[in-house]
């Protein structure tokens, strides 16, 4: 698909056929749903060209494109490796809201449901972490500027998107109990509301003193992270 297919391009049919869902999905009853998706379609040539009519900005813009034949290594089975041809575009899908307009009320609603949702998403992440059923990928300022260079090259909803997922965890994360941070001020004041009188300024000011330290520490090791000097 090199240089047929260009960044933010929908496909929409191929071979005249419309392509209207993408892979498998499960329905809240639990029913399992399968697309007539692209990949099957792809692997139906055989190889052979197919023409994939794409939209490209405002204009429907036929390509043809000739998959290639590769393999794939599957290892789910633990004492069981083995390959499995299939045909490849070259390509991978990205997700792009489409935009409706929902009037100025279901907006504001919206505007303040977001964050708590997305707040319940990212907590369940956090907490798969320590489960151990995710792997932690953390990134620093390099990290952030990339994904936002990828999320802006696919359109302003896709960048705003990420920002605001990027403020809802960067407003959890100034609220965690560490020193430094508003929620380790919310610690000093919890105390002083339940003891009824203030913390030592001086210890206050050495255990924040201490957190600056730490997330300096930690800013940098993953910064570090960000341009490969380990991993």
């Not at 070259?90 to 919206?110: C, E, F, H, Q, Y």
Request: glycine share 10%; charged share 20%.
């Amino acid at each position: 698909a090199q240089g047929k297919l260009q960044i933010g391009d929908r496909i929409i049919a191929t071979d005249g056929v419309p392509i209207l869902a993408v892979g498998e999905w499960y329905a809240p009853d639990g029913t399992h749903y399968v697309a007539d998706s692209l990949t099957r379609r792809v692997n139906e040539k055989k190889g052979g060209p197919l023409t994939l009519t794409v939209v490209r900005g405002d204009k429907h813009v036929d390509v043809t494109v000739t998959p290639k034949m590769t393999y794939l290594i599957r290892d789910e089975v633990p004492w069981s490796t083995w390959t499995t041809p299939t045909y490849l575009l070259g390509i991978a899908p990205t997700v792009r809201p489409d935009v409706l307009d929902v009037g100025l009320g279901t907006a504001v609603v919206s505007a303040f449901e977001y964050p708590v949702i997305q707040t319940k998403v990212i907590a369940g992440g956090i907490a798969d972490i320590f489960r151990g059923k995710e792997e932690a990928d953390p990134g620093g300022p390099k990290r952030i500027f990339d994904e936002f260079a990828k999320a802006w090259a696919l359109g302003p909803m896709t960048g705003i998107q990420l920002l605001m997922v990027l403020s809802v965890y960067l407003g959890m994360f100034n609220l965690l109990p560490l020193p430094a941070l508003d929620g380790g001020r919310l610690v000093f004041l919890t105390y002083e509301l339940v003891t009824r009188r203030r913390a030592n300024p001086k210890i206050e000011a050495m255990v924040h003193m201490a957190g600056i330290m730490i997330l300096g520490v930690v800013m940098i090791l993953v910064t570090l992270r960000d341009f490969h000097v380990f991993s």
